[in-house]
């Protein structure tokens, strides 16, 4: 159990997050195995909004998913991070929608560290 990555466009392979970094970054949130489509299944998008979210990794702000699979990104990649709920939202969920015990895809894009 853990995080995957899949990359859907590399990266610059040199630049790389490291514990305690900023990070700006686009993603898009869905249960796994759902499509990032406009029928509901999809739980948030920055893109939608405008606006990249803006985190420090690596220090415990955003789910062990995030702080494991984003420091395995370099600048400009974008991909697939694979969670399962122990690693994302665990037993309970979030009230945002995600259900408890949920398995979760994020696609990320990395546009800036620091």
């Not at 062990?64 to 709920?85: C, F, H």
Request: proline share 7%.
């Amino acid at each position: 159990m853990g995080v995957t990555k899949e990359t859907i466009k590399p990266g610059d392979g040199v630049n790389f997050p490291k514990p305690g970094d900023t990070v700006t970054m686009h993603c898009k949130t869905a249960l796994r195995n759902d499509t990032f489509t406009a029928d509901g299944r999809k739980f948030d998008s920055s893109r939608d909004r405008g606006q990249p979210f803006v985190t420090r990794i690596g220090v415990g702000q955003v789910i062990k998913g995030w702080d494991e699979g984003v420091p395995q990104m370099s600048l400009g990649e974008r991909a697939k991070l694979n969670i399962t709920y122990d690693y994302a939202y665990g037993e309970r969920g979030h009230p945002a929608g995600i259900p408890p015990k949920a398995n979760l895809t994020f696609d990320v894009e990395l546009l800036k560290i620091n």
